[in-house]
């Protein structure tokens, strides 16, 4: 079976601050890792997703993550935060390879407040 | 291009009472997912179509939801009779399939409060 844990309920920063949001996930077969963003009273938006190749992901509105196979690990990070990207963060994962049916298992969340 | 629908966006029954949602998933994806989202948790798969067969429900609350994808396209989620616990935002998805899973757009959600 797969999990995700997303090591921070709530992450307070103040607004032009860097802030990472951690991701860790467990499974016993390769994973497709995806991050979403959502707003209140909103649908979930795909911030970024890792499939293959280079395990360092740019997404859009400047956050970017990194793929740690060793650690099993998906941090998000952004540089410079804006008051606009206080929301919740989901880290997600799709187990890869037959007998797997795209389902997303996604982790707890996590509460990013930017504050001025 | 239009994304995806669901409605109603909020809704509010006493317990035992019984409540469907309807979703709308964009045009020509074959994959249709439902997930429920209690607060303060992720969200969790309900069930999975593809086209109208169902691909996953296995936690899907048989005794008390169901959900139907008649000719494929849209989907009724419904819950009866419910409880408490049901209270959440239910989340519709759609992809053009299985194969691109990793490409699920979501609807708004409804949020449904059961008291």
């Known amino acids: 079976a797969q999990s995700v844990t997303q090591l921070d309920s709530q992450v307070p920063v103040f607004e032009e601050a860097p802030v990472e949001l951690r991701c860790n996930y467990s499974?016993?077969?390769?994973?497709?890792l995806f991050w979403y963003v959502q707003y209140p009273n909103q649908g979930l938006q795909l911030l970024l997703k890792?499939?293959?190749?280079?395990?360092l992901v740019k997404g859009i509105n400047g956050f970017e993550a990194e793929f740690n196979k060793s650690q099993t690990s998906f941090h998000l990070r952004k540089p410079s935060v804006h008051i606009s990207d206080t929301a919740e963060y989901f880290c997600a994962v799709i187990p890869v390879g037959s007998g797997n049916t795209g389902k997303l298992i996604f982790g707890q969340g996590t509460t990013l407040q930017v504050k001025p | 291009e239009a994304g995806v629908a669901q409605s109603p966006r909020y809704k509010i029954i006493e317990k035992r009472q019984s409540v469907a949602f309807w979703c709308n998933p964009i045009s020509g994806h074959a994959t249709l997912y439902w997930y429920q989202q209690i607060l303060g948790q992720g969200p969790k798969l309900l069930i999975q179509f593809q086209n109208n067969g169902v691909v996953d429900d296995s936690q899907l609350p048989k005794d008390r939801f169901s959900a139907e994808r008649l000719k494929g396209v849209d989907s009724t989620l419904k819950i009866q009779p419910a409880k408490l616990e049901d209270s959440a935002v239910y989340l519709c998805?759609?992809?053009?399939?299985?194969?691109?899973?990793?490409?699920?757009?979501f609807g708004p959600g409804t949020r449904l409060t059961v008291t």
């Open positions: 499974s016993s077969v390769s994973v497709y």
């Open positions: 890792y499939l293959s190749g280079s395990t």
């Open positions: 998805a759609s992809s053009f399939g299985t194969a691109r899973s990793y490409e699920q757009y």
